[in-house]
């Protein structure tokens, strides 16, 4: 397969998803938006992936590339039908573009938090094979307040409702984070508006008090990200 992967941050990348890739001998453009490049047209491509980032959904004045970033998405999962993955933005923007709503969150989640199946998400493909009950990094003070019309809710926790979705039989987005590596927390903890929202959820300790928090549960982190990575692979193929 050939993905087109838009980033939103220099480190906030497919993570160990890359790995998988590698050793399935799959390939992905990552265009970088914040740093100004063009959007690509969608041929040639067999799937969209669309990362995580600090920026939100409603900040096109600040971010214009975000209007033309939903249009493709909207092209690619609604007008084509193409396998889309969403993280955390990703599942953010996957919702707008498809006509749900999104805004700031109640109650912000900043840490390793437990997120929970629902009976659609117990019953479907993308996460099977998962705990009904797994850890998960969450990093986000946003949240899809509204789905999408069509739209399932796959897996929920007490702040967020919204924790996983699907959309027609190949789009699939999460709110959560499983793509994480031994550097993930640092690298993006040197990110303003993300060292700014750590600190105000677990103090001028945060990073590191998360970093151990990351590093215990890597493994299982690790395991669940293959787990949806050949999940979604099998969603994929499907017409």
Same mark, same amino acid.
């Given at each position: 397969?050939?993905?087109?992967?838009?980033?939103?941050?220099?480190?906030?990348?497919?993570?160990?998803?890359?790995?998988?890739?590698?050793?399935?001998?799959?390939?992905?453009?990552?265009?970088?938006?914040?740093?100004?490049?063009?959007?690509? /047209?969608?041929?040639?491509?067999?799937?969209?992936?669309?990362?995580?980032?600090?920026?939100?959904?409603?900040?096109?004045? &600040?971010?214009?590339?975000?209007? &033309?970033?939903?249009?493709?998405?909207?092209?690619?999962?609604?007008?084509?039908?193409?396998?889309?993955?969403?993280?955390? @933005?990703?599942?953010? @923007?996957?919702?707008?573009?498809?006509?749900?709503?999104?805004?700031?969150? /109640? /109650?912000?989640?900043?840490?390793?938090?437990?997120?929970?199946?629902?009976?659609?998400?117990?019953?479907?493909?993308?996460?099977?094979?998962?705990?009904?009950?797994?850890?998960?990094?969450?990093?986000?003070?946003?949240?899809?307040?509204? @789905?999408?019309?069509?739209?399932?809710?796959?897996? /929920?926790?007490?702040?967020?409702?919204?924790? &996983?979705?699907?959309?027609?039989?190949?789009?699939?987005?999460?709110?959560?984070?499983?793509?994480?590596?031994?550097?993930?927390?640092?690298?993006?903890?040197?990110?303003?508006?993300?060292?700014?929202?750590?600190?105000?959820?677990?103090?001028?300790?945060?990073?590191?008090? @998360?970093?151990?928090?990351?590093?215990?549960?890597?493994?299982?982190?690790?395991?669940?990200?293959?787990?949806?990575?050949?999940?979604?692979?099998?969603?994929?193929?499907?017409?």
């Amino acid at each position: 397969m050939k993905l087109l992967v838009l980033q939103h941050a220099k480190v906030e990348h497919p993570g160990i998803f890359r790995q998988f890739l590698a050793e399935d001998g799959h390939g992905y453009d990552a265009i970088e938006l914040d740093a100004g490049e063009a959007l690509p /047209t969608l041929d040639g491509y067999d799937a969209l992936w669309v990362m995580g980032g600090p920026m939100d959904v409603w900040q096109e004045d &600040a971010h214009p590339w975000l209007m &033309a970033e939903k249009k493709l998405i909207r092209e690619a999962v609604e007008g084509r039908g193409m396998p889309f993955l969403g993280l955390c @933005l990703g599942h953010q @923007l996957l919702a707008e573009a498809l006509g749900g709503e999104v805004g700031p969150s /109640t /109650t912000p989640e900043i840490g390793v938090l437990d997120v929970q199946l629902t009976e659609d998400g117990a019953a479907g493909v993308w996460l099977d094979g998962v705990p009904e009950v797994f850890p998960s990094l969450q990093w986000h003070s946003a949240e899809v307040t509204r @789905l999408p019309p069509g739209g399932q809710v796959l897996a /929920t926790s007490p702040a967020c409702a919204v924790q &996983a979705m699907k959309w027609g039989p190949r789009a699939y987005s999460a709110q959560f984070h499983v793509e994480v590596e031994a550097d993930t927390v640092a690298n993006w903890a040197a990110i303003p508006e993300y060292a700014e929202a750590l600190e105000n959820a677990m103090g001028a300790d945060g990073a590191r008090q @998360l970093e151990a928090d990351v590093a215990a549960r890597l493994a299982d982190f690790n395991e669940t990200a293959e787990r949806l990575y050949i999940n979604w692979l099998q969603t994929a193929a499907r017409v």
